[in-house]
């Protein structure tokens, strides 16, 4: 037998000894403590090593983007929302948001350098009805003054509001039959997806929820044939029908939006909200979908990251590929879970 398959099989063998005998017993004694799971990934493991360089790097993009004129502002966001809510609390508080404010004023005027966005009118909007409703107080004086400085006429209202009485026009009946509609296709005509309707998808993805309105996502669509199957082929699980996909969408979520690691994990929340929104918009425009999970693997995040250019706190989250559906390829029946199984009210 020839030495190099010698060696592949000595290793495949210690690779299967790790896994099946060494490795459960590491994980039951690492499991004993923090301090034993941290040795654990010191010595044996290197899987978070890139979501940590991930986490660092958006911190430091963070900062650095705080403190630029940059078109859109983490902190500036996030500030203002969180005077938002300061106004709808019952009842509102005099005076509020006093360890914040003077950030939020350096950043708005910081801002204000970089030109006219709807993201600074929202802003503007926003402070100034803050301002107009804050009692006086010695720490806003000055920066009130400053405020209408930069600001002196104010933009149309971007203000908190009441609800509109007229309730939605989708019935909870509509709705269900649109998400039983919705499954995962994985066979397309191999027809283009007009870009107006990508983004009329896109437009509704970004009216989902997000954290102190930070919305730390971003879709990028792949129409290109040659680069949606290089993108297709990158996570696991698309083989046998990646270079059937018309489009592709990579949704990455972004670290910088956040100055803590306690944060990190919103940019999957937030970015799942948004892409379910996304997909039901393409479901009720004739586009169908299929949810690609994307395994967090060095190579693959690399090899992904290489071809979308991504920074390195850019994090994929999921794929989505997406087109007309071939009305004679078959979709998975993927029995659901009852109501019984999915909640529990109050305690379980």
């Known amino acids: 037998m020839p030495r190099k398959n010698i060696l592949h099989r000595i290793r495949s063998r210690l690779s299967w000894a790790f896994a099946n005998h060494c490795r459960p017993r590491l994980l039951r ?16 493991s290197a899987a978070f090593r890139q979501e940590q360089h991930a986490v660092v790097s958006g911190m430091a993009e963070y900062f650095q983007n705080i403190s630029s004129s940059a078109s859109s502002n983490y902190l500036l966001r996030r ?25 939020t004023v350096d950043a708005f005027c910081r801002a204000c350098s970089g030109g006219e966005t709807e993201e600074l009118l929202w802003a503007a909007s926003v402070l100034g009805a803050y301002f107009d409703c804050a009692k006086p107080h010695p720490l806003l004086d000055d920066l009130k003054t400053r405020f209408h400085s930069v600001q002196p006429k ?34 397309f005509r191999q027809l283009p997806v007009p870009r107006d309707i990508l983004d009329q998808a896109v437009a509704a993805a970004a009216l989902a929820p997000s954290s102190c309105n930070r919305q730390p996502f971003e879709f990028r669509l792949i129409d290109d044939p040659v680069l949606v199957r290089k993108v297709a082929a990158s996570p696991m699980g698309t083989e046998g029908f990646s270079e059937n996909i018309p489009v592709i969408a990579v949704v990455i979520g972004h670290l910088q939006a956040f100055f ?38 060095a190579e693959r995040k690399e090899n992904l990251g290489a071809i979308l250019r991504a920074e390195p706190c850019e994090r994929p989250v999921m794929l989505i590929a997406a087109g007309y559906r071939d009305e004679s390829g078959l979709v998975a029946w993927s029995q659901r879970k009852p109501v019984e199984e999915l909640r529990a009210y109050n305690l379980p």
């Open 29 to 44: 004694a690492a499991s004993r403590s923090e301090g034993l799971s941290r040795l654990y990934y010191l010595l044996f």
């Open 79 to 103: 500030n203002i929302h969180r005077l938002e809510k300061g106004m709808i609390m019952r009842p509102r508080r005099d005076v509020y948001a006093l360890s914040y404010i003077r950030e």
């Open 260 to 297: 803590s690691e306690r944060d990190r994990h919103l940019i999957y929340i937030d970015s799942s909200l948004a892409a379910m929104s996304f997909i039901l918009a393409l479901e009720a425009l004739g586009v169908s979908t299929c949810c690609i999970n994307w395994p967090d693997m």
């Open 154 to 187: 104010m933009p149309d209202a971007c203000t908190p509001s009441k609800m509109p009485s007229a309730s939605a026009q989708v019935s909870y009946a509509d709705l269900l039959s649109l998400m039983r509609s919705r499954k995962s296709v994985r066979w």
